[in-house]
């Protein structure tokens, strides 16, 4: 890869997809944290990408929760539920929202939820 692929890959933002941001026992209910550090109206990633690498994270999420990887930080933890709770840095679009909705509806069914907040800076 040339000097200029280098610059691009580096100069596109992403969300690591590949981890768990933070988790937390609250009660009986499991809390995994996500941070979505990516601003929604600047232009720096399409909001369509945008929404793809969230859509991956979140189902990175289900899995590791349906596949109690949890239980390697908390052994015997049988939580009633579980909630993914984003934390963005600008707006949702209103894409978002939707897709966020459509998200909650499937996935409620199996015990988790999404939450969502925003720390507007």
């Known amino acids: 890869m040339g000097l200029f692929g280098k610059l691009i890959k580096k100069d596109i933002p992403s969300l690591d997809t590949g981890k768990v941001d933070g988790m937390a026992q609250n009660g009986n209910e499991l809390r995994l944290l996500l941070a979505d550090p990516i ?4 232009g720096s990633l399409p909001e369509k990408d945008h929404l793809i690498q969230l859509q991956e ?10 596949s109690e990887q949890y239980k390697n930080i908390y052994p015997g933890f049988v939580p009633d539920n579980a909630v993914i709770e984003i934390h963005f840095t600008s707006e949702m679009t209103g894409n978002c929202e939707k897709f966020l909705n459509a998200v909650n509806s499937q996935i409620r069914m199996s015990g988790i939820t999404v939450e969502t907040q925003t720390s507007v800076q």
């Open 57 to 66: 994270k979140i189902n990175n999420y289900i899995a590791f929760y349906e």
């Open 39 to 42: 601003p929604w109206k600047d």
